[in-house]
């Protein structure tokens, strides 16, 4: 594992002191947004000395962040190397869409039935963001849209607790951004996908809704499985 100057420069040089000026700073926060944004690929080592300059504080703070990240599956720590953002085999990362397929679907089937007119346009509105992210190239920009359209989709179940094991499956996939690693002819079957999704959504017809999502899912293996085999992204 590489640990070279240059890699841990960088890790501290994205880092963005959210705090305003007067206020503690939001060490634990703004390190974890700045793994989710996915700027430095699994694998990146996490200087806690520079992370620590950065923010003004002593190295305790850090650590005990570093510590709760690695809880969370976004951090790990190695000895003799230190903390560096979690990297998975790709069977570890292909099950957790296996457990957001799970909880979706449950959270989907309530969703139908609690879901507002106010919930059919955020989804929708969310839906066109994407299309206009996929006509920019904006790989980063589709790839938060997608998740804004899947958490829209299932915030009206209104099932807190899956909805924080929703959204951490989905947060230890992030470092690798696999939505912005699908080609073009893949995420326009996805985005296919999701138009039928919505019709469902919209009928208040979860078995419709339900058994387009697994279609979905489908293809969202097939689109994962074309970078299995980068060593960047997972362990070998």
Do not use: C
């Not at 950065?54 to 962040?65: A, D, L, M």
């Not at 190239?137 to 849209?145: C, V």
């Amino acid at each position: 594992m590489s640990t070279s100057p240059r890699r841990r420069s960088i890790f501290a040089s994205r880092l963005v002191n959210t705090a305003p000026e007067g206020e503690q700073p939001r060490v634990l926060d703004d390190l974890r947004r700045a793994i989710l944004d996915g700027d430095e690929p699994p694998g990146t080592v996490i200087p806690i000395d520079a992370v620590a300059t950065v923010f003004g504080v002593s190295q305790i703070p850090v650590r005990e962040s570093l510590k709760i990240l690695t809880g969370e599956g976004l951090v790990e720590h190695r000895p003799h190397i230190g903390y560096r953002v979690a990297k998975l085999s790709f069977e570890e990362f292909r099950e957790l869409y296996d457990v957001r397929q799970a909880l979706e679907t449950s959270a989907l089937r309530a969703s139908v039935q609690l879901a507002t007119p106010d919930d059919d346009r955020l989804v929708g509105s969310i839906h066109e963001a994407l299309a206009d992210a996929t006509r920019r190239g904006d790989e980063k920009g589709y790839h938060a849209q997608s998740r804004r359209f899947h958490m829209a989709l299932i915030a009206p179940s209104g099932m807190q607790r899956l909805l924080r094991m929703y959204e951490s499956a989905w947060n230890i996939t992030e470092p690798a951004r696999p939505m912005a690693r699908v080609s073009e002819v893949g995420r326009s079957r996805l985005h296919a996908d999701h138009d039928r999704m919505i019709e469902g959504f919209v009928a208040r017809d979860a078995d419709r809704l339900i058994a387009e999502s697994t279609h979905h899912y489908e293809h969202l293996r097939e689109a994962i499985a074309l970078f299995a085999d980068d060593p960047e992204l997972f362990l070998t």
